[in-house]
């Protein structure tokens, strides 16, 4: 449904400063929209649109070419009831989705039936994204997601054999045989492993790579650790930061650059 219409009433209902709202839609009436990554050039400019998964709907796509006017030209449905697809990215032709259970804070019981993993879709026709491929995880599936390079995908992902989600760095280059290059875990993860904490949740909520081989990981309420990956087979861990007492606010993301020895990990109260 395109509400070019009612562009001025959300302008009215919005506070907005040093800017001016110039186009709305509202995604077919499924406006749950979380993760937003524009491709192209003019009027060819498209929009895929991740979902929180409310209205089971994995990804749209837009046509944002006219700004004033954007269109939905499809939406790919999630995989099912119980999988929560709410991150995507996109190189080129390729699009990755996420999986991962749909939970509830309300309701605290096990999600079963959910996918765990990683779909990656041909988008060379906007229109009609095509799935490739499918890597499965394990685990809790993906979480988060970083893939610039049209080679290498970044992950916050389960794994079986591990508390939690971990860092996993999988090749797409051949999108229809993704296989995984390399993993890292903080100690005490892996289940036969004496973990150094004994409360709060401890995972990899996102790992951003910088372009020297370094790659920041967010480590929710056990702060932030930074990982050369430069040797594939022996990735190690090169500084780390706890998150101070009395502090309990978890770290949830980062940047990173190769010509500072510097991130910034801002906190968050939810993922």
């Known amino acids: 449904m395109l509400v070019k219409n009612g ?38 400019k498209v929009a895929f649109v991740s979902h929180m998964g409310d209205f089971e709907v994995a990804f749209s796509v837009a046509q944002v070419g006219d700004p004033e006017s954007p269109t939905v030209l499809t939406q790919v449905p ?4 119980t999988t929560h697809c709410h991150k995507v990215q996109v190189v080129g032709s390729i699009l990755i989705s996420n ?27 906007p229109r009609k994204p095509a799935l490739i491929s499918f890597f499965e995880t394990g685990g809790n599936g993906v979480h988060r997601m970083w893939f610039t390079d049209g080679r290498h995908a970044h992950l916050s992902a389960g794994a079986p054999g591990f508390r939690e989600n971990i860092y996993r760095l999988i090749n797409l280059e051949n999108p229809e045989r993704p296989e995984e290059v390399t993993r890292w875990w903080l100690p005490g993860q892996a289940e036969e492993e004496t973990p150094e904490w004994t409360g709060g949740l ?14 920041f990981l967010s480590y929710w309420d056990m702060g932030a650790v930074q990982v050369e990956t430069w040797n594939r087979s022996s990735p190690r861990a090169i500084s780390r ?17 190769s010509s500072r020895t510097s991130s910034i990990s801002p906190e968050s109260e939810a993922a």
């Not at 709305?24 to 060819?44: A, F, S, T």
Request: net charge positive; hydrophobic share 30%; proline share 9%.
């Open 7 to 44: 562009t001025k009433e959300t302008a009215a209902r919005s506070q907005v400063r040093g800017m001016r709202l110039i186009g709305h839609n509202d995604l077919n009436e499924k406006g749950d929209g979380m993760q937003i990554v524009v491709r192209g050039k003019g009027k060819d």
């Open 78 to 81: 999630i995989p099912n009831a």
């Open 99 to 125: 999986n991962e259970p749909r939970k509830s804070h309300a309701d605290p019981r096990p999600v079963e039936g959910y996918l765990a993993g990683v779909r990656i879709f041909d988008v060379s026709k």
């Open 202 to 215: 401890v995972w990899c909520h996102s790992a951003i790579p910088a372009d020297d081989g370094r790659v």
């Open 241 to 257: 930061w706890k998150i101070p007492p009395p502090t309990s606010t978890p770290s949830e993301s980062g940047v990173t650059s």
